[in-house]
Each structure stands twice: as structure tokens, then as C-alpha cells.
């Protein structure tokens, strides 16, 4: 059948709402844990403001501390351009600029509108392309925001269709707080698929009504093939109240190896990395 890409964000969105600072050792094992596990993509931290992200302010030392396997590209959120040069010292793979299809909570999450964050990251962009490193887009709250309530898809089509216009290679739909139900993906989807190749979109579901695996396979079923989530489930995010963790990747995985669809990703040994980390996170 058809092949999966799982895009690993546990250590930077699962780790990132940790109240307790993880040290940074654990970090780096989890990193160099996952990246045995046959996983291409794993996004490993983000250069945002320490006062914002406490728990990220080691980005610098995690990216320099990992062993770097050649069949992974490793990745970390850029706001602007100062995290963009701390990201391209530290020898990133590929970036992530994150918009919102919601004003309220890009105000709340970059401390900006949807407009200045697009205006912001033309530099970024600018930077990205005379480094020769690829950029993902992120789109939060792409069905519901936890302070604007209800997104319309036309808004996401729009905020989706301005970052590849700006150069980003795919747009992750983040269900920031987990609201959506299949219905919604499906509708989302049918509205940005009339300007958006299905190979430009991924599904980034977070899970805090345990809905995130159904909306993966209505995802699945409109063509969606590049699925993120957080080994074990970790996570959230720090700005949006009520979001719990990402789909936990070993459960990803398990539904698509029980339909046949190939991801390149050992169950086992990605299980065993689920344990390592609920274990250190006690
Ligand atoms: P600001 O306060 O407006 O920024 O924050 P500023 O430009 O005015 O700078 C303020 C201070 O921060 C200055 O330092 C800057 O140097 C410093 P000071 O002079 O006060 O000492 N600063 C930085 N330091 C390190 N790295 C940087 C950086 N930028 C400025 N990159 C800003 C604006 C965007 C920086 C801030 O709002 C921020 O860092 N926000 C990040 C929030 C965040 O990380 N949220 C979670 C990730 S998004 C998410 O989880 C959703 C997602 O998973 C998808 C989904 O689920 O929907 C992706
Ligand atoms: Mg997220």
C-alpha cells in the first residue's frame, strides 16, 4: 500500500510544555534513541525567546550535542531571525516558521498578528534560501482556537497558501488543542485542496479528546501521507490552555503497520524509546 512519513516532534512540542526543566543529557539521548528507530524526521528543539520557552533554552547545546545519523534530517522552530541564525549555527537540517489561522492566538504564541508574522518571515525565509536549508510552515488552530472558538477553512487556505508562497516546502495543519473531529478535517481538507497540492499538507494532531487517530485516517483518506506526533504522547502547547499531547507516535505507528502502509519506523524499538522517556519524565 502506500508509504508514511511519521514526523517526530517529541522532543521540541512534547518536551517544550514540561514544567520541569528537562536536563539537557536526557534530551540528546532521546534524540540519539529516536534517531535509531528508522524515523527520517525529527524535529529536535526550537531557538525561541528562553523567556517564552524556558524549557528550550538549551536549543544550541541539544542540536550540538546529538549524534547525527545521515538518514535523518533534523529540525527546529525559527520565530525570526535571530532564531534563525542560532538554528543555522547549530547545523540544522531544516527550519519551522509557525503561523496561526487565529489572530488571538498568534498574539498570544509570537506576540504578533497574522499579517506581521507573514512580514517577519520574509527575512527568514531570505536567510533560509542563501543557507540552502528547507523550511517547513506550520499553520496552528486550524480548526479551533482555544480563544477564538471556531476557524473557517478559507482562514487556513489563506495563512497556508502565504507561507508556500514564501518558499516553505510543505504546511503542517496543527489541531492545536485537539478539537477537531474527522468531519472537520475532512471539510478543511476539501476547501485547501482546491489550491494545495495534497503533497504540500501534513496533519499535526494533537490528542486531548483521543480523537487524533481518527483524524489521522480521514486525513489518510483524502491523501494525506506525512503524519507528526510525540513518541509517548508527550506534550503541548504552552500558549494554547488545554492543549494536552501529541498522538503518541508508537500508537501512529501501530494503526498504519496494522493497515500495511509502510513508514520505515521499528515498533519495538520505538516503544522501547517511549519507555526510556516516561521513565526519565517520572
Ligand atoms: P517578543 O517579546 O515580541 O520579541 O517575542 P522581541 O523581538 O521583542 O525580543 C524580546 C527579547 O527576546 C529580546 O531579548 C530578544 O533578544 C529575545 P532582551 O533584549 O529582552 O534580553 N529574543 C530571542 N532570544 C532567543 N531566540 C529568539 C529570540 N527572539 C527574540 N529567537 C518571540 C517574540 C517570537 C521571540 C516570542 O514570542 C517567542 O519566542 N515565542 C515562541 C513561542 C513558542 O515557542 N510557542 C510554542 C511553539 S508553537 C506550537 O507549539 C504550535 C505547533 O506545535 C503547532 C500546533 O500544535 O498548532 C507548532
Ligand atoms: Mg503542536
Not at 148 to 158: F, K, L, M, R, T
Not at 230 to 237: E, R
Request: proline share 4%.
Amino acid at each position: 500500500m502506500c508509504e508514511v512519513t511519521i514526523f517526530e516532534v517529541g522532543p521540541r512540542d512534547g518536551l517544550q510544555n514540561e514544567e520541569k526543566f528537562v536536563d539537557t543529557d536526557i534530551k540528546i539521548e532521546l534524540i540519539n534513541r529516536l534517531s535509531e528507530t528508522g524515523l527520517k524526521k525529527i524535529e529536535v528543539t526550537s531557538f525561541v525567546s528562553p523567556k517564552w520557552v524556558p524549557q528550550m533554552a538549551d536549543a544550541a547545546e541539544v542540536m550540538g550535542g546529538i549524534n547525527r545519523n545521515p538518514n535523518v534530517a533534523y529540525s527546529a522552530l525559527t520565530p525570526n531571525l535571530i532564531g534563525m541564525e542560532k538554528a543555522i549555527a547549530s547545523g540544522v537540517d531544516e527550519v519551522a516558521i509557525f503561523a496561526a489561522a487565529s489572530e488571538t492566538f498568534s498574539k498570544r504564541n509570537i506576540n504578533c498578528s497574522i499579517e506581521e508574522s507573514l512580514q517577519r518571515f520574509i527575512p527568514v525565509m531570505a536567510m533560509a534560501r542563501e543557507h540552502n536549508i528547507a523550511v517547513r510552515g506550520y499553520v496552528s488552530c486550524v480548526t479551533h482556537c482555544p480563544y477564538d472558538g471556531e476557524i473557517a477553512p478559507s482562514d487556513v487556505a489563506q495563512v497556508s497558501e502565504a507561507l508556500l508562497k514564501l518558499g516553505c516546502y510543505e504546511i503542517s495543519l496543527g489541531d492545536t488543542i485537539g478539537k477537531a473531529a474527522p468531519g472537520d478535517i475532512k471539510a478543511l481538507l476539501k476547501v485547501l485542496l482546491t489550491s494545495i497540492p495534497v503533497e504540500k499538507l501534513a496533519l499535526h494532531c494533537h490528542d486531548t479528546y483521543e480523537r487524533a487517530l481518527v483524524n489521522i485516517t480521514a486525513g489518510l483518506d483524502m491523501g494525506i501521507r506525512t503524519f507528526d506526533s510525540s513518541v509517548a504522547g508527550l506534550g503541548g502547547c504552552p500558549y494554547a490552555k488545554g492543549a494536552s499531547g501529541n498522538v503518541a507516535s508508537e500508537a501512529v505507528l501501530e494503526m498504519l503497520n496494522e493497515q500495511g502502509i509502510s513508514t520505515g519506523v521499528d515498533l519495538e524499538k520505538l516503544n522501547d524509546v517511549a519507555s526510556f522517556i516516561k521513565n526519565k519524565l517520572k
